[in-house]
């Protein structure tokens, strides 16, 4: 079986993992987890990095920590995996879903549009002039590794008191080379960022997530909420409802031995991108997804784009693959569609229901080999 994006041991995760056993840290206490969020808090450049379970429990604690409660609206994408949107729910705030462009990231001009025009400002926040609802937070994702353009949402954002979250769980690694947030990693523009370490990741942790601030009230608040919200610890007071949401030890010493070796990965992204883009190139009616060119991607999963010039549709493709043990997926079905969020407001959505239709993620894990990027090559061609 070729996977679609699997998890390869790079340096030192058997070493770190038999320290933790050796020494009794398994759990959620232990050296793993604080060297690990000291380590991607350089990587990324920001101050704080706080560790926990997984990338949906980030995204749920970061909303909470920025004050989105029940009767609040969060505008979100409707292309993304289904936990950006959960994560809203779970503090009992609805989404608006927006549209998607040419990157299949977050349509940043639409969505000034729908502020500007569809919200007013109003004793210091944004209200949703349709439910008079407070429009609290964003949470642009980066979907695939692909930056999301912010220099003048970022702008309105902030004129408006609308909190930007970035689900960053796909893009680690990925820079801005231009605009106003030059050199900035994904994850740390907006007042959180947010980082999944699931096995399908860039690099994982075997599970974990993180959140990723500059505000040190913040960072602080995201370790007391993730670790039970211990007031004493030695008699168990509690002032408020905490979660048991913090990494294990163990999972942490996996996340800081790849991370460890997370410039290996993105130099062996860039090399299968390339490889992709060179053999895609010559098949009539195919195309590899574009990347934006003001940011340096991380590479994290290849698509591809068919037009009508291809003599296959986007099952047939899938069956084909399947049948030859290679694992594919179609992109996500949009979130506005899914049965549990088909009630809640949506904008002028129009280019996200084309490009699912057309889309096709192909296999990208880092430890791909040329005669499985050709088997790929070969089912595409023939
Ligand atoms: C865009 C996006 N958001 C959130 C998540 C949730 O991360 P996790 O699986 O670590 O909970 C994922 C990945 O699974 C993701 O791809």
Same mark, same amino acid.
């Given at each position: 079986?070729?996977?679609?994006?699997?998890? &390869?041991?790079?340096?030192?995760?058997?070493? /770190?993992?038999?320290?933790?056993?050796?020494?009794?840290?398994?759990?959620?206490?232990?050296?793993?987890?604080?060297?690990?969020?000291?380590?991607?808090?350089? /990587?990324?450049?920001?101050?704080?990095?706080?560790?926990?379970?997984?990338?949906?429990?980030?995204?749920?604690?970061?909303?909470?920590?920025?004050?989105?409660?029940?009767?609040?609206?969060?505008?979100?994408?409707?292309?993304?995996?289904?936990?950006?949107?959960?994560?809203?729910?779970?503090?009992?705030?609805?989404?608006?879903?927006?549209?998607?462009?040419?990157?299949?990231?977050?349509?940043?001009?639409?969505?000034?549009?729908?502020? &500007? *025009?569809?919200?007013? =400002?109003?004793?210091?926040?944004?209200?949703?002039?349709?439910?008079?609802?407070?429009?609290?937070?964003?949470?642009?994702?980066?979907?695939?590794?692909?930056?999301?353009?912010?220099?003048?949402? /970022?702008?309105?954002?902030?004129?408006?008191?609308?909190?930007?979250?970035?689900?960053?769980?796909?893009?680690?690694?990925?820079? /801005?080379?231009?605009?106003?947030?030059?050199?900035?990693?994904?994850?740390?523009?907006?007042?959180?960022?947010?980082?999944?370490?699931?096995?399908?990741?860039?690099?994982?942790?075997?599970?974990?997530?993180?959140?990723?601030?500059?505000?040190?009230?913040?960072?602080?608040?995201?370790?007391?909420?993730?670790?039970?919200?211990?007031?004493?610890?030695?008699?168990?007071?509690?002032?408020?409802?905490?979660?048991?949401?913090?990494?294990?030890?163990?999972?942490?010493?996996?996340?800081?031995?790849?991370?460890?070796?997370?410039?290996?990965?993105?130099?062996? &992204?860039?090399?299968?991108?390339?490889?992709?883009?060179?053999?895609?190139?010559?098949?009539?009616?195919?195309?590899?997804?574009?990347?934006?060119?003001?940011?340096?991607?991380?590479?994290?999963?290849?698509?591809?784009?068919?037009?009508?010039?291809?003599?296959? *549709?986007?099952?047939?493709?899938?069956?084909?693959?399947?049948?030859?043990?290679?694992?594919?997926?179609?992109?996500?079905?949009?979130?506005?569609?899914? *049965?549990?969020?088909?009630?809640?407001?949506? =904008? *002028?959505?129009?280019?996200?229901? &084309?490009?699912?239709?057309?889309?096709?993620?192909?296999?990208?894990?880092?430890?791909?080999?040329?005669?499985?990027?050709?088997?790929?090559?070969?089912?595409?061609?023939?």
């Amino acid at each position: 079986m070729i996977s679609l994006s699997s998890p &390869k041991i790079l340096g030192k995760e058997k070493e /770190y993992i038999d320290e933790c056993l050796q020494s009794g840290w398994i759990s959620t206490s232990g050296p793993f987890i604080e060297k690990f969020e000291n380590e991607l808090s350089k /990587y990324v450049g920001a101050k704080y990095v706080v560790c926990c379970i997984n990338g949906t429990s980030a995204l749920q604690i970061s909303l909470k920590l920025m004050g989105v409660k029940k009767n609040d609206e969060v505008i979100v994408p409707t292309l993304t995996f289904i936990a950006t949107i959960n994560a809203v729910f779970y503090n009992n705030a609805s989404p608006i879903f927006m549209d998607c462009d040419e990157y299949y990231n977050l349509d940043t001009k639409k969505t000034i549009n729908f502020i &500007k *025009n569809e919200t007013y =400002f109003e004793d210091g926040f944004s209200y949703n002039k349709k439910s008079n609802k407070r429009v609290a937070a964003i949470v642009p994702v980066h979907v695939w590794g692909n930056a999301v353009w912010f220099d003048e949402l /970022y702008d309105l954002c902030s004129e408006r008191n609308i909190q930007i979250l970035e689900d960053a769980s796909e893009s680690l690694g990925t820079k /801005y080379t231009k605009g106003k947030f030059n050199s900035f990693h994904t994850g740390t523009i907006g007042k959180i960022g947010c980082i999944s370490f699931n096995a399908n990741k860039l690099i994982t942790a075997g599970g974990g997530g993180a959140i990723v601030t500059n505000d040190k009230n913040i960072a602080d608040k995201a370790l007391y909420l993730v670790s039970q919200a211990k007031d004493d610890p030695i008699r168990y007071i509690h002032n408020e409802v905490g979660y048991n949401y913090r990494i294990t030890n163990i999972n942490a010493a996996i996340g800081l031995a790849q991370l460890e070796m997370v410039d290996e990965v993105l130099k062996r &992204k860039e090399e299968i991108r390339n490889f992709y883009f060179n053999q895609i190139s010559s098949i009539n009616g195919l195309e590899l997804a574009s990347v934006p060119c003001y940011a340096k991607n991380n590479y994290w999963l290849n698509l591809i784009t068919l037009s009508h010039n291809y003599k296959h *549709n986007i099952s047939e493709l899938l069956n084909k693959f399947d049948e030859n043990k290679i694992q594919t997926r179609p992109v996500w079905q949009l979130n506005h569609l899914q *049965n549990q969020y088909k009630h809640y407001q949506k =904008f *002028n959505i129009m280019n996200a229901e &084309k490009k699912i239709k057309s889309s096709l993620c192909i296999p990208s894990s880092s430890h791909l080999t040329i005669s499985q990027m050709e088997s790929v090559i070969n089912i595409l061609k023939n």
